[in-house]
Every structure is written in C-alpha cells, then in structure tokens.
C-alpha cells in the first residue's frame, strides 16, 4: 500500500519525508492543522475546511503555503497517489524555518506545507451501535480554542487519561461546570424535551465542521437544537449525550464517569443524526471537490 507525503513542494515516501530541525511547528508548535475525511474518494466538506484553514492562518498572522487552488491540486494529488477511497487527510502549516527565536521570523521565510493520508476512519458502527464511555476532566487549554493549532499537548493529555480509564474520549470543561468539547471531537447532549445542545462556537471551542455539517443536518430533519452553554451536570441528567468529529462521524455516549446517561444505551436521536449523517458520506462523488 503506498505511503506518499508532500513536503514543501516535494512527493515522496513518508519514511524519507523529513522537516528540518529548525522548523518553527516542531520548535513552537507554530502551525495549524486540518484533517478532513476521504469518503467514495472525495472529500467530507472540503471548502470547509479550507475556510477553517485560512481563518487560522489569519488569526496567527500567517502566510499562506499556496493558493486555494493549488492546495486543493496537492490534496487531490495525495488522495490519488495513496490510493485513499476511505481514509482522511492530514494538512498541516508551519511558520517556517528559521533560527530560533521567539518573534516571527522575516517576510522571507516561507510556510511549510506537510500534506499526507491514511487509510481508515475512524470506529466501526458496531461501536456506535453499543455507544462509547467518557470521563470528564477539567479543561486546562489556551484561551484561542477556535484556532486549530498544532499545539495540542493538553488535547493529549486528555485523550490519555481517557485511554488509561478504557474510555473513548474526555470531555472537558470550566471551572464553573460548562463543558466545552472533548479532547477531539465536539460534544452534545439532548435535553429531556429532545431539544439538541451544543456550545455556541466561541474562542472556547473549536468550530467543527463536522458539527456544523450535523447542525445543519437536525435543523432540516426537524430538531430543536440550540447553540448555548451547558453544564457537565445538566449532560449527566440529559437524556442523551453524543459526540461529532471528522472521524467519529456521530458517536452515541452511554457513560460519564462510570455512570450511564439515561437508561445506559444509545440514544434515538444521536443514532438518527448519525445514520442521516452516512446518508450525506455515502451520497459524496468527485463533485464534492468543488462543492
């Protein structure tokens, strides 16, 4: 099976790709990121994504690598030569290589560009059909959530508590109970009354475009969703928590801290959103590169 990277206007094996010592994203974590997910061969909401990606490089005063359309050139290309019909794509901008030192470096140092796939996403449905346990933990991130960095050392941290706890995921919250989002994915509860919560998309929370694509998605089937802070407490007492990712589509949760949310199984609604989900990943063609 191939393994084909890009870096810095070069294809080649990803166990000859190599970023220079010097590379402010391996020295600062002075980069940003996307991951988009490949299905029928075509891209889950690529303009999303790249919009994502102009908005981070923007907030950091960064230089873009390459145009639009010379990026969506390169990611075709990567998708192409790896063979990928259901896998996921992995861009990432650094600031550049330069001496080390803490400002920014001249105009003359240009962005790096690393661009590579895998085959692969994300669990089965056999797991979402059992839904997933999560622990909650508090969250200890910077203050720029909405910008994808790659400076995700508390993200880790995170996902290894929950991984040690045999846990699929950690959800994170304030000191005041708000809950954010998980360690990679976006979180949601559904109330009582069946009205779909989830946080408004602030500097406290990544704006997932899986999430946005599965708001749009209960807005045309007729759910109550709400964009609104809610509390890790009002999430244990709701009768159904889910989350949203690139590569954990809809994924039900059952448990929080060892203890079930409602009756311990998966949720109609988050079941429902997730099948109505893989009715839009099935649907993609080729088409979807410019959609």
Known sequence: MSHIAYVNGRYLPQRLA??????????????????????NGAPADYEA??????RSLNELRMASPASDGALK???????????????????????GVAPRAHAFPGASVK??????????AGPSDSVAEH????????????????????????NTLAKQAAAEAKAFE???????????????????????????????????ILGGVTRARV??????????????PFTLEEARKGKEVFLTGTTTFVMPVVEIDDKPIAN????????????RYRTYMDSLTEAAWDA
Request: neutral net charge; glycine residues 8%; proline residues 4%.
């Open 131 to 154: 839904g997933v346990k999560v622990i909650s933990m508090a969250d200890m991130r910077w203050e720029r959530c909405d910008i994808k960095s790659v400076g995700l050392l508390p």
């Open 264 to 275: 311990g199984g998966p949720g109609t609604v988050a079941l429902d959103l997730r099948q």
């Open 215 to 228: 708001l749009k998605i209960a807005k045309d089937a007729g759910y109550a969703v709400q964009e609104r």
């Open 111 to 120: 962005p790096s560009l690393i661009v590579t796939a895998k085959h692969g």
């Open 49 to 54: 994504h790249i919009v994502r990606l102009n």
């Open 18 to 39: 190599q970023v220079h010592i010097e590379d402010r994203g391996y020295q600062f974590a002075d980069g940003v990121y996307e991951v988009m997910c490949i299905w």
């Open 170 to 204: 950690a959800i994170l919250y304030l000191p005041d109970g708000t809950v954010t989002e998980a360690s990679a994915s976006n979180a949601w509860m559904v109330t009582p009354d069946k009205v779909i919560v989830t946080h408004p998309t602030t500097n406290a």
């Open 73 to 95: 050139l390169i990611v075709q290309e990567i998708v192409r030569r790896n063979h990928v019909e259901k896998g996921t794509v992995y861009m990432q901008v650094n600031r």
